[in-house]
């Protein structure tokens, strides 16, 4: 019997792009395929800028471990939270951003209907179980103009996201390893924040969540 050619339909093409509001796509499993390669990745990044939990400006120390990659990084601490190029820990420069984060960034803000996103900051954060990140806006960065891109990876988190006012109600979405979000638009200031981590084991990532936020600083 001869084997016929499958067809291609356009849901084997378009990625699963769901909107959550105006200005923001949650791309399930977008970065699935290259898992291996960022979770290598991040190990290397950690062993030349290790995690560490930043103190907030009001005192407290962060649940949430941070590091960074790119020209430049976020940092917190009693004098307010800032980008710099320094890490502040090694005096050395942040780790370079590697080409499979800089393209997945720049790949999932073209599916999402942004053209060229270039980040420049790549934060990434570690959260244990009971890590939690309270909600906030990212408005350290000058060129509001430019998405922010989320990958998650390793156990579930409850994102949380309300709107420009801290008041607004807020919707809550279950990111799971795999999915990215982007962020941009109207929805770009919108607050967010993360529910406290539950128990679990991920398979390839162990007992933690991992958080890359791509970012244009300038
Ligand atoms: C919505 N990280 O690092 S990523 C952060 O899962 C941060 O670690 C969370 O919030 C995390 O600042 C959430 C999703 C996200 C990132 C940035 C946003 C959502 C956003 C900026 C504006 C609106
Ligand atoms: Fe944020």
Same mark, same amino acid.
């Given at each position: 019997?001869?084997?016929?050619?499958?067809?291609?339909?356009?849901?084997?093409?378009?990625?699963?792009?769901?909107?959550?509001?105006?200005?923001?796509?949650?791309?399930?499993?977008?970065?699935?395929?290259?898992?291996?390669?960022?979770?290598?990745?991040?190990?290397?990044?950690?062993?030349?800028?290790?995690?560490?939990?930043?103190?907030?400006?009001?005192?407290?120390?962060?649940?949430?471990?941070?590091?960074?990659?790119?020209?430049?990084?976020?940092?917190?601490?009693?004098?307010?939270?800032?980008?710099?190029?320094?890490?502040?820990?090694?005096?050395?420069?942040?780790?370079?951003?590697?080409?499979?984060?800089?393209?997945?960034?720049?790949?999932?803000?073209?599916?999402?209907?942004?053209?060229?996103?270039?980040?420049?900051?790549?934060?990434?954060?570690?959260?244990?179980?009971?890590?939690?990140?309270?909600?906030?806006?990212?408005?350290?960065?000058?060129?509001?103009?430019?998405?922010?891109?989320?990958?998650?990876?390793?156990?579930?988190? /409850?994102?949380?996201? #309300? $709107?420009? !006012? @801290?008041?607004?109600?807020?919707?809550?979405?279950? %990111?799971?390893? +795999? =999915? /990215?979000?982007?962020? #941009? $638009?109207? !929805? @770009?200031?919108?607050?967010?924040?993360?529910?406290? %981590?539950?128990? +679990? =084991?991920?398979?390839?990532? #162990?007992?933690?969540?991992?958080?890359?936020?791509?970012?244009?600083?300038?």
């Amino acid at each position: 019997m001869p084997m016929t050619q499958p067809m291609l339909g356009l849901v084997d093409i378009l990625p699963d792009r769901e909107r959550l509001t105006d200005g923001a796509w949650l791309l399930r499993q977008f970065a699935f395929t290259n898992v291996a390669s960022l979770l290598a990745e991040i190990t290397c990044i950690a062993a030349q800028a290790p995690f560490r939990h930043l103190e907030t400006p009001g005192g407290f120390r962060m649940s949430v471990a941070m590091t960074n990659c790119g020209a430049l990084g976020w940092v917190s601490d009693r004098r307010g939270y800032r980008y710099t190029t320094h890490d502040p820990l090694s005096g050395r420069q942040w780790p370079s951003m590697p080409a499979v984060f800089s393209a997945i960034a720049d790949s999932a803000a073209r599916a999402a209907g942004f053209e060229r996103f270039k980040p420049d900051a790549c934060l990434v954060n570690r959260y244990i179980p009971g890590a939690r990140l309270t909600l906030h806006q990212d408005k350290d960065e000058a060129d509001l103009g430019a998405p922010i891109v989320s990958v998650s990876l390793g156990l579930p988190a /409850v994102f949380l996201f #309300g $709107g420009n !006012a @801290r008041q607004e109600k807020q919707r809550r979405i279950l %990111l799971q390893h +795999g =999915d /990215v979000v982007v962020w #941009g $638009g109207p !929805a @770009r200031l919108y607050h967010h924040g993360v529910l406290p %981590l539950k128990d +679990g =084991d991920h398979p390839e990532v #162990g007992t933690q969540r991992l958080n890359l936020t791509f970012r244009r600083t300038h």
